[in-house]
């Protein structure tokens, strides 16, 4: 091998080992790179990560709710301070239900608001009100209410159990099978009262211009709610009772409008909403949509905030010709007091003979919850069209007449008769 051949071997490895050196510098400036990245990105990674686990950490038995319009602040603690005292000391704690503990804060909490109508309803009370609103159910068909504390009969319907034992729309209930009802909400005593049918209930109840207290026995029945009937009195006069406002009322009444129309024998009508403690706002609009004209104002509904909202009739009205008397009594409710103020407010032709109403001016949403409960609660008052709350006071009749202890011994019905003579002229001067 000549020099220069050895030279020119030595410069080519020379510039090999150079390339190989510069080759392992870059990939290990890469690795290093990648490696600084890495380390750069968990290291924020596992900050982001404390942060969100240090949030998921918080002891719900720390939790403080503060109100959204005020500075006032609730501390949670002491609710489940109290809920572990009980688990723990409670002499009979195995017996101790944890979902019934959850529903008995929940009514607890809404019975704070001092609104008999704002209730939780459990999956069973749930299921007891589709069924009433769905028109068949077992009990003794009376609808309930809580008045001054008390819980009252508002109605009981036509030809029901209730009806036929003798209670009354006013009646006091102090007793359901010899135990207190004061500290019942309505939902507590639907579920009380409602059962199989054959089975017997016993009420002690107070009665005004009564002595003492009375015990009535009602003997549960499959109850079948008709919520219009219909018939002729006196050959000339219409007689429509409306039992409670349903999801068929409005058909039914539909029905029933056409044949008066269609007869012409008809001078005049009755609406006779006594006992009826009410239903569905909007089938009492709908009805009054029937006997009133279009684009009237049948309630005014007034939110937490103030704000009122008018409900007004749709084109369907077909009765509002006729003279019109509409029966009150204390058991007249809800949405038969709004329909009996609508058409007072909207029509000339219209008079009220019975009783002063019940005198409830509140309405309710259903909302349902999670394993079939529900939360039944006071969305808005309602106003008549004229702007007047009725709510505790009720509608009051142009015609106040009584049915005496005596009248309802005899099976008389003076209400009836007053109205009846009215439409036929009898009665000119009240």
């Not at 006069?237 to 008066?260: C, P, V």
């Amino acid at each position: 091998m000549t020099p220069n051949q050895t030279e020119h071997k030595n410069n080519n490895s020379d510039s090999t080992n150079k390339r190989t050196f510069n080759r392992v510098l870059t990939i290990f400036f890469g690795l290093f790179f990648i490696c600084v990245v890495f380390y750069v990105g968990y290291q924020i990674g596992s900050q982001d990560s404390t942060a969100r686990d240090a949030v998921k950490e918080v002891p719900v038995t720390d939790a403080i709710l503060a109100n959204i319009d005020s500075e006032d602040r609730v501390d949670f603690k002491l609710f489940w301070r109290v809920w572990d005292l009980l688990r723990e000391r409670y002499v009979d704690r195995d017996d101790l239900d944890a979902q019934q503990m959850l529903y008995g804060a929940i009514n607890g909490m809404l019975s704070a608001s001092g609104d008999p109508y704002t209730s939780f309803l459990d999956p069973d009370q749930n299921h007891y009100l589709e069924e009433e609103l769905n028109g068949s159910f077992e009990g003794i068909g009376a609808e309930i209410g809580i008045r001054e504390n008390i819980l009252t009969v508002i109605a009981p319907l036509k030809g029901s159990p209730a009806e036929q034992a003798g209670l009354r729309a006013g009646d006091l209930i102090l007793e359901i099978n010899g135990e207190s009802t004061s500290e019942l909400t309505i939902d507590d005593a639907v579920g009380e009262i409602r059962g199989e049918k054959g089975t017997e209930i016993l009420f002690t109840i107070f009665r005004e211009h009564e002595e003492g207290t009375l015990d009535i026995t009602v003997v549960r029945d499959v109850i079948e709610i008709d919520s219009v009937t219909y018939e002729i009195k006196k050959e000339t006069i219409a007689y429509i009772e409306i039992s409670e406002f349903s999801d068929d009322t409005f058909q039914e009444l539909t029905r029933i409008a056409k044949e008066i129309i269609d007869n012409p024998t008809i001078e005049s009508v009755v609406i006779d909403l006594r006992n009826n403690p009410g239903g569905l706002l909007q089938s009492s609009v709908d009805i009054a949509s029937i006997m009133m004209e279009g684009g009237s104002v049948v309630v005014i509904q007034e939110d937490s905030n103030g704000k009122q909202t008018k409900l007004y009739t749709k084109s369907r009205n077909v009765l509002s010709s006729y003279d019109t008397v509409v029966l009150l009594n204390e058991g007249s409710a809800s949405a038969s007091e709004i329909l009996a103020g609508a058409l007072k407010a909207n029509r000339d032709n219209v008079m009220i003979v019975g009783r002063t109403s019940f005198g409830k001016g509140s309405v309710q949403e259903l909302v349902p919850l999670s394993d079939n409960s529900a939360l039944k609660i006071t969305i808005a008052k309602w106003l008549t069209p004229s702007g007047e709350q009725i709510n505790k006071k009720g509608i009051t009749p142009d015609v106040d007449v009584e049915i005496t202890k005596e009248d309802y011994e005899a099976e008389r019905d003076p209400q009836l008769e007053r109205a009846l003579s009215i439409l036929k002229g009898e009665n000119e001067d009240q």
